[in-house]
């Protein structure tokens, strides 16, 4: 698809530095606010956030179509649910506005200056609302690794794994974003020693390097969507740390799955990336033998080549990058996992968000979590400040970070981080 917002050639009149996710080639969009300014979406420039709000109240935006108040909300349902076809035409329309030989904008001093906001001015707010979750496990290399600590190196997948996008609905009111402090979780442990369980604070807290793509429109109860159908429904996508307690999950899973390990705080990055800015990206997948089944097939490049990092900050001191990842390696891609999800009848909704689950990749520096960093606790992960690290602690804050290249074009994610504070 050619998509003319993409084009590696273009430049901005808005200075960007060479190293920002967000050049005129990205545009995303997010929910932010000041001290001036209520809750309205943006799109991020450099180190701007250009204000959707202002450019649609003074006529930026005519000729659109777009409802009136569609940017002055405090999340992008409305804006993501008007469909593909008309959010890609308003990218188009800012990138067309950005343009260095583009005037309408740029020679309008005090217009510029009341659209264009730095972006340490502002406070980024959870982008959507998320009627629900579904958290996925499609990383070949991340399921071996569990399986093979938990089972047996020679069966570590399960025998559905390598069938169908493994996956279950988890919890949507404690997705929070970036930079939203929490307390470590509480559960019932049991130690492998002990008869009975107890309860009290997690000792095993870990991290989970994901993506998520989010939905942008229906299908009705009872309609699947088909793998060929599927990037119509998928507006963007953001970084994703699907946090976990690793000791709770272990006494509580069996028979039903993670519970209190799980539905504490997930957090998102607050810019989604449309897949419209991903195109340049795709790349094949891995190769899936055996052959799945029919209504799992597609065609083309699904998979998208993003440079993942994980980062640990002990409190005070300087941080620890510990993973270094890709979405590339994703076994089942979104198209498959959107046509497995729906492929019983279940309806989608405007906003809901799916998690790619843990992303590994095959070396030891890949592992996208300390529970296969650590390897189970048997390793210690050294930090720059001399301390050590086998699970994550109270006052550390981890930090991911996204970004594609290509051509010269470098397409980023920004952040997602938070900090862990003690148990009440």
């Known amino acids: 698809m050619q998509i003319k917002a993409n084009d590696s050639s273009l430049k901005s009149w808005v200075e960007v530095p060479a190293d920002s996710d967000f050049p005129i080639q990205n545009l995303p969009f997010g929910i932010f606010k000041t001290e001036y300014l209520n809750a309205g979406a943006g799109v991020a420039i450099g180190d701007y956030v250009l204000d959707l709000t202002y450019l649609y109240e003074n006529g930026f935006l005519d000729g659109l179509g777009l409802p009136a108040g569609v940017f002055n909300q405090h999340t992008l349902n409305g804006f993501i649910g008007l469909g593909k076809q008309k959010t890609r035409a308003v990218r188009e329309r800012i990138s067309e506005l950005l343009l260095d030989d583009n005037d309408e904008l ?18 980024m707010l959870m982008p959507v609302h998320v009627p629900n979750y579904t958290d996925f496990y499609s990383s070949e290399e991340h399921a071996r690794n569990v399986g093979t600590m938990f089972r047996d190196p020679d069966n570590a997948l399960m025998p559905n794994w390598k069938h169908l996008p493994v996956g279950y609905h988890g919890r949507a009111s404690s997705i929070v974003v970036s930079g939203t402090p929490f307390h470590r979780p509480k559960g019932q442990t049991k130690a492998n020693d002990a008869d009975t369980p107890s309860y009290g604070p997690c000792r095993l807290l870990d991290f989970e390097l994901e993506m998520a793509f989010i939905t942008c429109k229906e299908n009705g109860l009872g309609n699947p969507v088909s793998t060929q159908e599927a990037e119509d429904y ?29 539905n504490f705080a997930s957090h998102s990055s607050p810019w989604i990336v449309t897949m419209d800015a991903l195109e340049a990206f795709r790349v094949k997948g891995p190769e899936q033998d055996p052959a799945v089944l029919p209504y799992l097939k597609y065609e083309g490049k699904k998979n998208f080549d993003i440079n993942l ?19 590339k390696y994703m076994y089942w891609n979104v198209n498959q996992q959107l046509a497995h999800h729906t492929g019983n009848g ?52 981890v930090v991911m970070r996204g970004f594609a290249e290509r051509d010269g074009v470098r397409v980023g994610f920004g952040e997602v981080n938070a900090k862990v504070l003690p148990a009440k």
Do not use: H
């Open 106 to 123: 740029r020679d309008r001093k005090a217009a510029r200056e009341l659209a264009l906001i730095p972006m340490e001015e502002v406070e």
């Open 234 to 262: 998928i507006f963007g996508f953001v970084l994703f740390n699907d946090w976990s307690a690793r000791d709770i999950q272990k006494w509580e899973y069996v028979p039903l799955g993670p519970f209190l390990a799980k």
């Open 309 to 327: 990092e994980v980062g640990i900050q002990p409190d005070g001191s300087e941080e620890t990058v510990v993973c270094n990842s890709s979405f």
């Open 346 to 397: 279940c309806n989608l909704q405007v906003g809901d968000m799916y998690a790619s689950g843990t992303i590994s990749g095959p070396t030891p520096d890949s592992y996208g979590s300390m529970l296969e960093l650590s390897w189970q606790g048997t390793k210690t992960i050294a930090m720059k400040d001399g301390t050590e690290r086998k699970f994550i602690q109270d006052g550390d804050t």
